[in-house]
Structure formats: structure tokens, C-alpha cells
Nanobody, 123 residues
Framework: QVQLVESGGGLVQAGGSLRLSCTASERTLTGRTLGWFRQAPGKEREFVAAITTSSSRTDYADSVKGRFIISRDNAAVYLQMNSLKPEDTAVYYC??????????????????WGQGTQVTVSS
């Protein structure tokens, strides 16, 4: 059973930056597309970004393009979040899927999820 563990969330002022990390308890990141999703209070979970194996492809939600950067190495997947806005406030989840081909925004395609880390952006 794959376990994903997020870290790096916190409270930041608008315009600031945070870097989220997600590690796996097993060496199972290899061969899997990894994604970040978020869920704000009272809203549905939404796609943020995804990165395929060997970092060959990345995909971003329009709302974060140009501000967030997803990356990965053998041990973890990261989400560098810059120019944060209050509307970025949410619980952020990492997820893994065996699919290399998209669409990456469909949460149903991901079979392993982390517990989430809270990101709060104050105005």
C-alpha cells in the first residue's frame, strides 16, 4: 500500500511563496504520474498540477499557470507556489496515478492520495 505524505503547508501573506513536498513511504514514485489537487472549504476538490515520469510532461490549472511550478525527483514531488493569493487557500493533496497519458485533471484516475496539508494565504 502506497502512502503519500505532504508537508510544507502553512500561513503566508498574499504575494508570498511556499514549497510543498510529498514523499512516499515506498519506492513507488517511479513510473507514476504525480499530481497536486486542492480543496477549499465548501468547494469541490480541484486539479492544480501534474507531472509525468521523468518529468517529461507537466500540466497546470489555468488559475495557477505562471505562479506554481511542479517538479519531482526519485523521492518526492514538489509544488513551488509563488505570488500566492487568498483564493489559493485550501488543503493541498498529492496523488499518484499509473497513467502516463492525460487527462491529468480527473481525480478519479488517481489511486493513491495523501492526507493533505493546509495552505492559508492572508490578504
Amino acid at each position: 500500500q502506497v502512502q503519500l505524505v505532504e508537508s510544507g503547508g502553512g500561513l503566508v501573506q498574499a504575494g508570498g511563496s511556499l514549497r510543498l513536498s510529498c514523499t512516499a513511504s515506498e519506492r513507488t514514485l517511479t513510473g507514476r504520474t504525480l499530481g497536486w489537487f486542492r480543496q477549499a472549504p465548501g468547494k469541490e476538490r480541484e486539479f492544480v498540477a501534474a507531472i509525468t515520469t521523468s518529468s517529461s510532461r507537466t500540466d497546470y490549472a489555468d488559475s495557477v499557470k505562471g505562479r506554481f511550478i511542479i517538479s519531482r525527483d526519485n523521492a518526492a514531488v514538489y509544488l513551488q507556489m509563488n505570488s500566492l493569493k487568498p483564493e489559493d487557500t485550501a488543503v493541498y493533496y498529492c496523488a499518484a496515478t499509473p497513467y502516463y497519458i492525460g487527462p491529468y485533471y480527473r481525480a478519479q484516475r488517481y489511486d493513491f492520495w495523501g492526507q493533505g496539508t493546509q495552505v492559508t494565504v492572508s490578504s
